[in-house]
């Protein structure tokens, strides 16, 4: 019997070997895999928080100009009212008196 399983732990231990040697290279793709599906996902997500970044920043920014709108009205106006009344008015130069 010991010849029977000598022959059977040789062939387990190829199984085991030709096992070993396919498992580790599924895990070396697949982790490649993981990898490059990672880096992409996660350019995707940066692009796509960017975004939404961008969006609450404007929405934020419409929130405060609504809810202040009396205010920047009077601003606007009040330069408004100033450039239109201090530009286009040339100075006239002083009248010279006479001398005789």
């Given at each position: 019997?010991?010849?029977?399983?000598?022959?059977?732990?040789?062939?387990?231990?190829?199984?085991?070997?030709?096992?070993?040697v396919?498992?580790?290279?599924?895990?070396?793709?697949?982790?490649?895999?993981?990898?490059?599906?990672?880096?992409?996902?996660?350019?995707?997500?940066?692009?796509?928080?960017?975004?939404?970044?961008?969006?609450?920043?404007?929405?934020?920014?419409?929130?405060?100009?609504?809810?202040?709108?009396?205010?920047?009205?009077?601003?606007?106006?009040?330069?408004?009212?100033?450039?239109?009344?201090?530009q286009?008015?040339?100075?006239?130069?002083?009248?010279?008196?006479?001398?005789?």
């Open positions: 019997m010991a010849i029977s399983s000598a022959i059977n732990d040789l062939v387990s231990s190829i199984y085991e070997l030709f096992a070993s396919v498992g580790g290279i599924y895990a070396i793709f697949h982790t490649i895999f993981a990898a490059v599906y990672g880096l992409f996902s996660g350019v995707i997500n940066l692009f796509a928080d960017v975004f939404k970044g961008a969006i609450d920043v404007v929405g934020g920014l419409g929130k405060f100009v609504a809810s202040n709108i009396v205010i920047v009205a009077i601003i606007a106006a009040g330069g408004y009212a100033f450039m239109r009344y201090s286009g008015r040339p100075i006239a130069p002083a009248a010279q008196k006479k001398v005789q």
